[in-house]
């Protein structure tokens, strides 16, 4: 396992999800949002930007310069295989 850099403490972890259960999850994807909708929603939502993480979304994709960002939230963590 790999250590997030940015992040003291956070590990990235491999897995898998059934294509059923992540059709059922609340999403939002930034990358297909408009630059202004992502960084609105980033500052009201992400606590890296001093937001609040209220949204209800159970998956949220962010593109950054290093890839996209894959974000779960820890209610659908049963729902995750971890290798």
Not at 9 to 14: A, H, L, N
Not at 48 to 72: C, M, Q, V
Request: hydrophobic fraction near 45%; charged fraction near 20%; proline fraction near 5%.
């Amino acid at each position: 396992m790999a250590y997030a850099a940015n992040k003291p403490g956070s590990e990235i972890m491999r897995f898998t999800v059934s294509n059923v259960a992540m059709a059922m999850f609340p999403q939002a994807h930034l990358g297909l949002m408009s630059d202004d909708a992502a960084t609105e929603f980033m500052e009201k939502y992400s606590l890296l930007w001093d937001g609040k993480p209220t949204h209800g979304l159970s998956y949220i994709t962010r593109p950054t310069a290093k890839g996209t960002e894959n974000y779960f939230a820890s209610t659908v963590f049963l729902m995750l295989k971890f290798d």
